[in-house]
């Protein structure tokens, strides 16, 4: 789990939820991270493998990621 990126997995914009759907290691599993614009996309794609689920990434979730330091 640990290092999972939090741009989005599609044009690498700023992630602001992660929308996985299935089980893992089942097979049937899919997850990616989206920003706004296209969540509708990820849940879209994430749907071949069952309900999908939107996990939110705020500030509190970022903090356990690994970003480099930002100075400005
Ligand atoms: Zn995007």
Redesign the pocket.
């Known amino acids: 789990m640990a290092g999972w990126p939090t741009y ?6 700023p ?1 602001i939820a992660l929308v996985e759907a299935g089980h893992p290691g089942t097979g049937h599993y899919r997850a990616e991270t ?5 969540t509708r996309a990820a849940h879209r794609w994430a749907s071949a493998v069952g309900p999908t689920r939107t996990i939110p990434i705020g500030p509190t979730q970022a903090a356990l990621f690994e970003l480099p330091e930002v100075t400005r």
């Open positions: 989005c997995a599609r044009c690498g914009g992630a989206t920003c706004h614009r296209h």
